[in-house]
Nanobody, 123 residues
């Protein structure tokens, strides 16, 4: 079982950047595909980005493609989400999630979740 802790959220102006981190513990990190998801008030949790266990395969939601970059450092047991050109519609609680096997876009496929970190984008 893996435990996940996100950090790096905060308040940023439109057009600004943030880098989220998700530190994993409790299991062999490199065995897990990782995903980032977000949930805004009143909305369902949605897929943002995912990365394979080795880092060689990445997926992005169309809404963030070209602006966000997911990466991982297996030596540091950490996955990152670099967010550039932030828009007000990017504001949400961001969650990282882990699963064995292939990276997926569906939240229900991930059994392990962090507690989330708030991202606020001012217009």
């Amino acid at each position: 079982q893996v435990q996940l802790v996100e950090s790096g959220g905060g308040l940023v102006q439109t057009g600004g950047s943030l880098r989220l981190s998700c530190a994993a513990s409790g299991s062999t990190f490199s065995n897990y595909a990782m995903g980032w998801f977000r949930q805004a008030p009143g909305k369902e949790r949605e897929f943002v980005a995912a990365i394979s266990w080795g880092g060689g395969i990445t997926y992005y939601a169309d809404s963030v493609k070209g602006r966000f970059t997911i990466s991982r450092d297996n030596a540091k047991n950490t996955v990152y989400l670099q967010m550039n050109s932030l828009k007000p519609e990017d504001a949400a609680v961001y969650y990282c999630a882990a699963k064995l096997g292939y990276a997926m876009r569906i939240p229900g496929e991930y059994p392990y979740w962090g507690q989330g970190t708030q991202v606020t984008v001012s217009s």
